[in-house]
């Protein structure tokens, strides 16, 4: 049965949402979305996982074929109404925002960036500050840069080191000091130096020599191909790639005092707290409903936004990121396209997603100053360590709590035929948890061992001179270290003392389910069988006939030796004819 | 798009394409297992929504 169908819908109803919107999520018209939710069609994976986004459960929920689905409590549940493409929180921001700043001083991580490429600073709020003091301003702040491919470092003395991809030069010839904060595009970094002027590793042409020339710069950012920054003024200058998207229309940006980037947007956030937009961008339409924030983060998905309470709000394409209402006290937001991420006052880093090794992996991180990420990976600082969890393509970080490892099949099997039992050994795999080793000859012949011991089975029901199969698969932890293939290993059971030549065959080709008690016996008597054991079952019998429920000894198909069939014992378990019924005695 | 599906006791990764049409070849059962990265366990089949392209008695 495909218990797709009904899934889908009972999540659409409990989201209130319609098959229009199903459709544009999945990016099919709504009549092939109906075809899903009547059955005729079925989501391939990709649809799944948006699916599973949209609904803030596991994809694996969606693609096992059950009807049970976690209904999460929506309490801000969209209508097509209110928003056709995105789901926006009806939270709002307000006056506490100014309070806490006058009152709390607080470590913010500032994050920039976009999946591609965010940056983090730690600044220091004071006291009695209405405004947000300018990054120009810190100075000896340990800095973290993160792109999809590279992670970027700025030491304390401005050196700058980085990591992961450098295919086009952009992580060759960094600076060994006055670097205050870097920007990574696709295949270049930009960096700030605290005399206010921009240097770049990666980048040629007109475009280095139009950052070359700017000065009194206080914030840069950088998408795909373009780069942003503003100066001391507030006045935003781009440079790069404009085409289609007008990323780099900036000029009509005034009062500005932070810079962000999407691969092809530029966000600006200005004085009062506001967020302005040009190019592309997931949310565009909904940034005016947002005031005095702090600090932002933006991946190809979804925007998070970290207001002065310590609390974020964000816009998501796909995915509802309902868990971050709880988090308090918060100084540095981010976000990538399946997750989002914040750093607590306390040092711990929180993490709303899907994934238990990401959560499992974050919740060892303490003392913690700094967190960005790209699409699908997020980085922690300490002040001296780097720490990551997610997609480690090109090493950007050192972890191994994402790379899986499918185990090796065991080796140098052997397999003997003992007096009644079949003896299988092999050696032993590096990093296995165990080996399961299964002879196919019916049920009950599965064995799980926690080492490379011997494995034995009786050889009970074996025919004589029949070909069998051992299937042994080393087994992972189903985190680091996944199954091996199984490895199947054919032998021909030649019981000891017998043999398998001269034989004459006989073979079964009836099927005993359902056949008659009486019909079944006089058929094994045809064939030689003579030890019989019968077990009654308490299954009723459907009419007055008894008849045959299972076989055990022999099977339809089984070609099988006339001397071993004489020596075979035959089981067979029967339905029972009902008796008087109780009380009618 | 990438391969993403890995089959039990076959090597190589496959499309979802790839998969469904070996489904509906019949050159996989319901009892094969399949995962993916993202999943944390093998599942067979059977038990999942390409159940749907299984032949008849497969």
């Given at each position: 049965?495909?218990?797709?169908?009904s899934?889908?819908?009972?999540?659409?109803?409990?989201?209130?949402?319609?098959?229009?919107?199903?459709a544009?999520?999945?990016g099919?018209?709504?009549?092939?979305?109906?075809?899903?939710?009547?059955?005729?069609?079925?989501?391939n994976?990709?649809?799944?996982?948006?699916?599973?986004?949209?609904?803030?459960?596991?994809?694996?929920?969606?693609?096992?074929?059950?009807?049970?689905?976690?209904?999460?409590?929506?309490?801000?549940?969209?209508?097509?109404?209110?928003?056709?493409?995105?789901?926006?929180?009806?939270?709002?921001?307000?006056?506490?925002?100014?309070?806490?700043i006058?009152?709390?001083?607080?470590?913010?991580?500032?994050?920039?960036?976009?999946?591609?490429?965010?940056?983090?600073?730690?600044?220091?709020?004071?006291?009695?500050?209405?405004?947000?003091?300018?990054?120009?301003?810190?100075?000896?702040?340990?800095?973290?840069?993160?792109?999809?491919?590279?992670?970027?470092?700025?030491?304390?003395?401005?050196?700058?080191?980085?990591?992961?991809d450098?295919?086009?030069?952009?992580?060759?010839?960094?600076?060994?000091?006055?670097?205050?904060?870097?920007?990574?595009?696709?295949?270049?970094?930009?960096?700030?130096?605290?005399?206010?002027t921009?240097?770049?590793?990666?980048?040629?042409g007109?475009?280095?020599?139009?950052?070359?020339?700017?000065?009194?710069?206080?914030?840069?950012?950088?998408?795909?191909?373009?780069?942003?920054?503003?100066d001391?003024k507030?006045?935003?200058?781009?440079?790069?790639?404009?085409?289609?998207?007008?990323?780099?229309?900036?000029?009509?940006?005034?009062?500005?005092?932070?810079?962000?980037?999407?691969?092809?947007?530029?966000?600006?956030?200005?004085?009062?707290?506001?967020?302005?937009?040009?190019?592309?961008?997931?949310?565009?339409?909904?940034?005016?409903?947002?005031?005095?924030?702090?600090?932002?983060?933006?991946?190809?998905?979804?925007?998070?936004?970290?207001?002065?309470?310590?609390?974020?709000?964000?816009?998501?394409?796909?995915?509802?990121?309902?868990?971050?209402?709880?988090?308090?006290?918060?100084?540095?937001?981010?976000?990538?396209?399946?997750?989002?991420?914040?750093?607590?006052?306390?040092?711990?880093?929180?993490?709303?997603?899907?994934?238990?090794?990401?959560?499992?992996?974050?919740?060892?991180?303490?003392?913690?100053?700094?967190?960005?990420?790209?699409?699908d990976?997020?980085?922690?600082?300490?002040?001296?360590?780097?720490?990551?969890?997610?997609?480690?393509?090109?090493?950007?970080?050192?972890?191994?709590?994402?790379?899986?490892?499918?185990?090796?099949?065991?080796?140098?099997?052997?397999?003997?035929?003992?007096?009644?039992?079949?003896?299988?050994?092999?050696?032993?795999?590096?990093?296995?948890?165990?080996?399961?080793?299964?002879?196919?000859?019916?049920?009950?012949?599965?064995?799980?061992?926690?080492?490379?011991?011997?494995?034995?089975?009786?050889?009970?029901?074996?025919?004589?001179?029949?070909?069998?199969?051992?299937?042994?698969?080393?087994?992972?932890?189903?985190?680091?270290?996944?199954?091996?293939?199984?490895?199947?290993?054919d032998?021909?059971?030649?019981?000891?003392?017998?043999?398998?030549?001269?034989?004459?065959?006989?073979?079964?080709?009836?099927?005993?389910?359902?056949?008659?008690?009486?019909?079944?016996?006089?058929?094994?008597?045809?064939?030689?069988?003579?030890?019989?054991?019968?077990?009654?079952?308490?299954?009723?019998?459907?009419?007055?006939?008894?008849?045959?429920?299972?076989?055990?000894?022999?099977?339809?198909?089984?070609?099988?030796a006339?001397?071993?069939?004489?020596?075979?014992?035959?089981?067979?378990?029967?339905?029972?004819?009902?008796?008087?019924?109780?009380?009618?005695? | 798009?990438?391969?993403?599906?890995?089959?039990?006791?076959?090597?190589g990764?496959?499309?979802?394409?790839?998969?469904?049409?070996?489904?509906?070849?019949?050159?996989?059962?319901?009892?094969d297992?399949?995962?993916?990265?993202?999943?944390?366990?093998?599942?067979?089949?059977?038990?999942?929504?390409?159940?749907?392209?299984?032949?008849?008695?497969?």
């Open positions: 049965m495909n218990y797709l169908p899934k889908l819908l009972k999540l659409r109803k409990h989201y209130n949402y319609s098959q229009a919107h199903l544009e999520v999945l099919v018209d709504v009549v092939e979305y109906m075809a899903y939710e009547n059955g005729r069609k079925v989501l994976y990709a649809q799944c996982k948006k699916i599973a986004n949209l609904y803030h459960v596991g994809v694996v929920d969606i693609f096992k074929n059950t009807d049970e689905v976690t209904l999460y409590e929506v309490s801000n549940a969209k209508t097509d109404e209110l928003n056709i493409e995105y789901f926006i929180p009806k939270k709002t921001f307000d006056e506490r925002i100014r309070e806490f006058k009152n709390n001083p607080v470590l913010v991580g500032m994050a920039a960036g976009v999946v591609i490429l965010g940056i983090i600073v730690i600044a220091l709020f004071g006291n009695n500050n209405d405004s947000i003091p300018y990054e120009a301003s810190l100075t000896n702040i340990n800095r973290l840069s993160v792109s999809e491919t590279t992670v970027v470092y700025i030491y304390g003395d401005g050196a700058v080191k980085g990591s992961g450098n295919s086009n030069g952009q992580l060759s010839n960094l600076p060994s000091s006055s670097a205050i904060k870097v920007a990574e595009g696709k295949d270049f970094t930009v960096i700030l130096h605290n005399d206010g921009l240097s770049a590793a990666g980048l040629t007109s475009e280095l020599e139009t950052i070359s020339k700017w000065r009194n710069i206080v914030d840069i950012a950088a998408g795909d191909d373009h780069v942003v920054a503003v001391n507030g006045e935003v200058y781009a440079v790069g790639h404009n085409n289609d998207y007008g990323q780099c229309d900036v000029n009509g940006f005034k009062n500005i005092r932070k810079v962000y980037a999407t691969s092809n947007g530029t966000i600006v956030l200005d004085n009062e707290g506001k967020l302005s937009f040009t190019g592309e961008f997931v949310g565009s339409s909904q940034l005016k409903n947002f005031s005095n924030i702090i600090d932002i983060d933006a991946s190809n998905d979804n925007l998070v936004i970290l207001d002065g309470g310590g609390s974020i709000e964000y816009i998501a394409k796909y995915k509802n990121f309902l868990n971050i209402y709880k988090w308090k006290d918060i100084v540095d937001v981010t976000c990538g396209d399946a997750f989002v991420a914040a750093l607590g006052k306390d040092g711990k880093v929180l993490i709303d997603c899907e994934d238990a090794r990401m959560e499992k992996e974050v919740a060892k991180w303490e003392n913690i100053i700094a967190i960005d990420s790209g699409n990976y997020l980085i922690a600082f300490d002040g001296e360590r780097i720490y990551g969890t997610g997609r480690n393509e090109y090493h950007q970080f050192v972890s191994d709590d994402f790379e899986q490892t499918v185990l090796d099949q065991v080796g140098d099997v052997k397999i003997s035929i003992g007096e009644g039992t079949i003896d299988v050994s092999f050696a032993a795999v590096e990093n296995a948890g165990g080996y399961e080793v299964r002879l196919n000859a019916g049920e009950g012949n599965v064995k799980k061992v926690a080492s490379n011991q011997m494995v034995s089975f009786f050889a009970d029901g074996l025919v004589n001179g029949n070909n069998y199969q051992i299937t042994i698969t080393t087994l992972g932890d189903d985190e680091k270290y996944l199954d091996s293939e199984p490895l199947v290993v032998f021909t059971y030649i019981r000891p003392g017998g043999s398998s030549t001269s034989e004459e065959y006989i073979d079964i080709d009836v099927y005993f389910e359902g056949m008659g008690v009486e019909e079944f016996k006089k058929y094994l008597a045809s064939i030689g069988v003579s030890n019989i054991i019968c077990v009654e079952t308490g299954s009723p019998c459907e009419g007055d006939t008894q008849t045959i429920i299972s076989v055990d000894g022999i099977s339809h198909g089984q070609r099988i006339r001397s071993d069939l004489a020596n075979a014992m035959v089981t067979y378990y029967t339905c029972q004819i009902p008796g008087p019924e109780e009380g009618n005695e | 798009m990438n391969k993403i599906w890995r089959i039990r006791g076959k090597e990764r496959f499309t979802d394409e790839e998969l469904i049409r070996m489904i509906e070849k019949g050159e996989l059962s319901k009892d297992y399949i995962s993916t990265n993202e999943m944390k366990t093998w599942m067979k089949i059977k038990d999942t929504i390409y159940q749907f392209y299984l032949k008849r008695g497969n």
